[in-house]
């Protein structure tokens, strides 16, 4: 095989490569900002290797956010916001349950349908459990489930944010790897349903077994009827996903493009409603401003490191290192989706992908993995990590929301996250999975 005949390289590491790494672990576990940990690493791994002269690296900060495709990622932040200020989120609500009233349990699965619905336009997590929580967590509870399973259902449907297109992860990674948006968006889509599927079966499996929900006792005539009233009355809401999706997917749109077209047409769709008003743009722009103000400085600092590790030769050297432990690509697969799970449970999405993501491609490369399939598996192995301790940052939001302790939520989130591992699996050894939508020249 192509990947056996890899030269070997011998990588000596030093404390120009443990310092910096010593000093990113000290800091993150005394809850310094990770975006400041990053930095604070990346510069003194600059300053030991040399790999960087330190007059350079404002400009190289400047110059690693400087990229038209990351103009997108406040767009869908802001999308999202509107989206529940207009309370357009609500009418999804509606066609959700709506659609799912047939079935036992059918709230619950209404509440998983509109995590994906939000994720369509908002590309973000965090976002999609606050603003679905709100809307679902009490009615859940008054349902009959147990609060704390109401709060692991919320959480894993809102893993859907970084999973189906458009999404922000899909954009860094992008970025990171000189890879087009809108083809890994277009090789998401598959994955990503996939994933909320799994979520879906899960909750109907879970309660059928303790019975938590009733329901689905409802004709086809009623069904229709209570169907067809919730789309009357709710159509309109799907014209932003719909901008969305038909913009980036036709290629008449980029995702930057697309993200200020569905920003435009939800404020004008507020303003029609009435829902919106001048006077909540203050709110909202400082509210996604905090959410980007989180997300661009970690990925400034994060190049430079990235970089860092380049220079002292750390991908060569772990390419060499897993090789060195197995010649089985199977092996070496499961060796990364480890990685990126054990990755996912301690630090955000972002961090993990700008520097994990140039460590592990080239490994990708010398198995003969597809870059786009490599992609997808990366971030839906990360997406788990949003439901599981210390750091699933979901668990975190809804525990704000309702008070519930974060190892109980964690505890009922457990299902979910092996249902996601088994998609993940599936995902990282079929390429088909990720390439199914794509042109023949990615496959």
Same mark, same amino acid.
């Given at each position: 095989?192509?990947?056996? @005949?890899?030269?070997?390289?011998?990588?000596?590491?030093?404390?120009?490569?443990? &310092?910096?790494?010593?000093?990113?672990?000290?800091?993150?576990?005394?809850? /310094?900002?990770?975006?400041?940990? #990053?930095?604070?690493?990346?510069?003194?791994?600059?300053?030991?290797?040399?790999?960087?002269?330190?007059?350079?690296?404002?400009?190289?900060? *400047?110059?690693? #956010?400087?990229?038209?495709?990351?103009?997108?990622?406040?767009?869908?932040?802001?999308?999202?916001?509107?989206?529940?200020?207009?309370?357009?989120?609500?009418? *999804?609500?509606?066609?959700?349950?709506?659609?799912? @009233? +047939?079935?036992?349990?059918? *709230?619950?699965?209404?509440?998983?349908?509109?995590?994906?619905?939000?994720?369509?336009?908002?590309?973000?997590?965090?976002?999609?459990?606050?603003?679905? &929580?709100?809307?679902?967590?009490?009615?859940? /509870?008054?349902?009959?489930?147990?609060?704390?399973?109401? !709060?692991?259902?919320?959480?894993? &449907?809102? !893993?859907?944010?970084?999973?189906?297109?458009?999404?922000?992860?899909? #954009?860094?990674?992008?970025?990171?790897?000189?890879?087009?948006?809108?083809?890994?968006? %277009?090789?998401?889509?598959?994955?990503?349903?996939?994933? %909320?599927?799994?979520?879906?079966?899960?909750?109907?499996?879970?309660?059928? %077994?303790?019975?938590?929900?009733?329901?689905?006792?409802?004709? +086809? &005539?009623?069904?229709?009827?209570?169907?067809?009233?919730?789309?009357?009355?709710?159509?309109?809401? *799907?014209? /932003?996903?719909g901008i969305i999706f038909y913009g980036i997917f036709s290629g008449r749109l980029t995702p930057t493009e697309a993200g200020a077209t569905a920003v435009v047409v939800t404020i004008i769709m507020g303003f029609i409603l009435g829902t919106l008003k001048l006077s909540d743009f203050p709110a909202m722009l400082v509210s996604s401003a905090k959410v980007n103000g989180v997300i661009l400085p970690i990925i400034a600092f994060s190049l430079p490191l990235a970089q860092a590790l380049a220079i002292l030769g750390v991908p060569q050297g772990f390419v060499t290192a897993a090789t060195s432990v197995s010649d089985e690509p199977w092996v070496l697969i499961l060796m990364m989706v480890c990685i990126l799970i054990a990755a996912g449970c301690v630090m955000e999405t972002t961090p993990n992908i700008v520097i994990l993501a140039p460590i592990l491609k080239p490994l990708a490369d010398n198995i003969g993995m597809n870059e786009i399939q490599f992609c997808i598996m990366m971030i839906t192995a990360l997406g788990v990590g949003f439901i599981t301790p210390p750091l699933g940052l979901n668990l975190f939001v809804v525990s704000g929301l309702t008070g519930e302790s974060i190892l109980k939520i964690a505890y009922r989130a457990i299902p979910f996250v092996l249902f996601m591992l088994i998609v993940t699996l599936f995902i990282a050894y079929v390429p088909a999975i990720s390439t199914a939508f794509l042109p023949d020249i990615y496959k």
């Amino acid at each position: 095989m192509l990947w056996n @005949q890899l030269e070997a390289q011998t990588v000596e590491l030093g404390w120009d490569f443990y &310092g910096p790494v010593l000093l990113f672990v000290v800091l993150v576990a005394l809850a /310094v900002p990770v975006w400041a940990a #990053i930095g604070s690493a990346a510069i003194l791994m600059l300053v030991i290797s040399g790999a960087l002269p330190l007059g350079l690296v404002g400009e190289s900060l *400047f110059h690693g #956010i400087d990229h038209f495709a990351l103009t997108a990622v406040p767009l869908f932040i802001l999308t999202g916001d509107v989206l529940v200020r207009t309370g357009l989120s609500r009418k *999804f609500l509606d066609v959700a349950e709506a659609l799912t @009233q +047939f079935a036992k349990g059918g *709230f619950g699965s209404a509440t998983v349908l509109v995590c994906g619905m939000f994720a369509a336009i908002s590309g973000s997590d965090a976002a999609g459990a606050a603003a679905v &929580g709100r809307m679902t967590i009490a009615r859940l /509870v008054e349902s009959g489930y147990p609060r704390p399973y109401a !709060c692991a259902l919320v959480a894993a &449907g809102a !893993c859907t944010g970084i999973l189906i297109p458009p999404s922000i992860a899909y #954009i860094i990674i992008g970025l990171v790897l000189g890879i087009s948006a809108s083809t890994l968006f %277009l090789a998401a889509v598959i994955p990503g349903v996939a994933i %909320l599927l799994s979520i879906l079966a899960t909750n109907i499996i879970m309660n059928r %077994l303790y019975g938590w929900e009733g329901g689905g006792n409802i004709g +086809f &005539g009623e069904y229709m009827v209570r169907l067809g009233r919730a789309l009357k009355s709710g159509w309109y809401a *799907f014209i /932003v996903p719909g901008i969305i999706f038909y913009g980036i997917f036709s290629g008449r749109l980029t995702p930057t493009e697309a993200g200020a077209t569905a920003v435009v047409v939800t404020i004008i769709m507020g303003f029609i409603l009435g829902t919106l008003k001048l006077s909540d743009f203050p709110a909202m722009l400082v509210s996604s401003a905090k959410v980007n103000g989180v997300i661009l400085p970690i990925i400034a600092f994060s190049l430079p490191l990235a970089q860092a590790l380049a220079i002292l030769g750390v991908p060569q050297g772990f390419v060499t290192a897993a090789t060195s432990v197995s010649d089985e690509p199977w092996v070496l697969i499961l060796m990364m989706v480890c990685i990126l799970i054990a990755a996912g449970c301690v630090m955000e999405t972002t961090p993990n992908i700008v520097i994990l993501a140039p460590i592990l491609k080239p490994l990708a490369d010398n198995i003969g993995m597809n870059e786009i399939q490599f992609c997808i598996m990366m971030i839906t192995a990360l997406g788990v990590g949003f439901i599981t301790p210390p750091l699933g940052l979901n668990l975190f939001v809804v525990s704000g929301l309702t008070g519930e302790s974060i190892l109980k939520i964690a505890y009922r989130a457990i299902p979910f996250v092996l249902f996601m591992l088994i998609v993940t699996l599936f995902i990282a050894y079929v390429p088909a999975i990720s390439t199914a939508f794509l042109p023949d020249i990615y496959k």
